[in-house]
């Protein structure tokens, strides 16, 4: 007995292509769902660790150490006086908190706005995140 012809292999292979497409897109959306709680939770613990006052507002986002490390370098390279090293002089620093990291772990670079005035005191830095608290905090020289 002759198998029946394929309709259209074209067809076929586009049903097939959008399928794995959405597969992968379900498989690679979980862990930012799963990410984006995970954040909420450390973005929490900071705010109670700096202990922000009704005035201070935080903004943060998760970084990677190399994009830490990229951006950091971009900002010290204006500076020609400077050691052309991530932080400068608070490489030492950036090296402890990098040595704390474990996978699992997030580093959150954050800030703070005084909603006062425009000249109002400010913080900056990044901090390490584990299991919902902080690790350590390293404060960039703003």
């Known amino acids: 007995m ?3 012809p394929l309709k259209n292999k074209t067809h076929i292979m ?5 399928n794995l497409l ?3 897109i379900v498989i690679f959306s979980m862990p930012l ?7 909420e939770d450390a973005n929490s613990a900071l705010v109670e660790t700096l ?14 150490i190399a994009e830490i490390e990229k951006s950091e370098m971009l900002d010290i390279s204006k500076c020609k006086n400077c050691p052309q090293m991530p932080f400068g002089v608070d490489n ?3 090296l402890e908190l990098k040595d704390e990291y474990t996978d699992g ?15 109002a005191y ?17 404060f960039k020289r703003v």
Do not use: H
């Not at 586009?14 to 959008?18: I, Y």
């Open 92 to 94: 030492r620093d950036w």
């Open 122 to 138: 400010r913080r900056e830095g990044y901090a390490l995140i584990r299991d919902n608290e902080v690790i350590d905090i390293l």
């Open 51 to 64: 202990e922000l006052s009704d005035r201070e507002t935080l903004t943060s986002r998760p970084m990677s």
């Open 22 to 24: 959405f597969s992968l």
């Open 105 to 119: 772990d997030v580093i959150l670079y954050f800030y703070t706005n005084n909603n006062i005035s425009k000249n």
């Open 14 to 18: 586009k049903r097939f292509l959008l």
């Open 2 to 4: 002759r198998k029946p």
């Open 33 to 39: 769902f799963c990410l984006a709680g995970e954040i």
